[in-house]
C-alpha cells in the first residue's frame, strides 16, 4: 500500500503545474486578473503542492488498500459473501467517484461563478491556492459521501438494520433534510447552487429505496427486520 502512496504523491509533486491547472480549471480563470490563485507566503505554495502530493497518494492507492483488505479477511468469509463484496466494494468506489466528478464538473464551476461573479465591477478577486484548494476538496469530498447513499440504504436493509417500509415512511424528512443540506454545504445563499446539491441527494434517496426495495425482496421480504442480528448476504449468519 505504501509503493502506490509514494507512486501517486511523486507523481503529483512532479507533474503539480498540470494538475494545479486542472484543480482550478473549474474556476474558468475567475480566481484573479491573470486567471490563476496567487500564494502570499514565502512557504505556501510549497506547503500547498505537499498536500497536493498526499492527495494524489491516497487516491492512487486507495484501489490497492480496498483489495488488500479483501485479500486479507477474505478467508474467513463464505463464498457467497466474497461474491458480494467483489461487486459492492468497486460499486462504493464508482459511487464515491460519479459524486466527486459531480462536483468537479457541475457544482465547483456553478458556484464560483456566482460567488466570485458577484462582486464584478466593484472589486477585483485575488484568491489564495490554499483557500480554493480547502473549498473544492470540502465540495469534491462531500459529494463522494453523498453518492453513497443509495449503497449504504440498500446495505442496511440487506443487513436487516432497517426495513425498507420505515426508509419509504422517512421520505418527508428525508426531502428536507437534502434542502438542510444542501444549503449547509452550499457556499453561498443563493437556490441555484443550494438546488444543485438538493436535487442530487432527493434522486439518490429515491434510487436507494429501490435498491432497499430489492434488497427487502431478496432477504428481507421473509420476515420482521431484526435490528440486532448479524446478517450476512444469501442467509450466512
Known sequence: MLIPFGFGFCLTVYYRAPVMGWLFAPARGALSPTGQPIFTGVAEIFQFVIQMGLWGGVVVATPAAMFHVFRL???LLGKKLRRF???FMPAALVCYITGAAFAYF???PASFLFLLGFGAGAAVAYIRVSEYF???LAMVGWMGVVFELPLAMFLAVKMRIVRHERLKRLRRYAYVAALFFGAL???GSDPVNQMLIT???IVLFEAGLLLAFLARSRSGARGQARPNARFLPDGDV
Open 85 to 87: 463484496l467483489v461487486i
Open 199 to 201: 436535487v442530487p441527494i
Open 73 to 75: 479477511i477474505s478467508p
Open 134 to 136: 480547502d473549498l473544492a
Open 185 to 187: 454545504i452550499t457556499p
Open 106 to 108: 457541475v457544482l465547483l
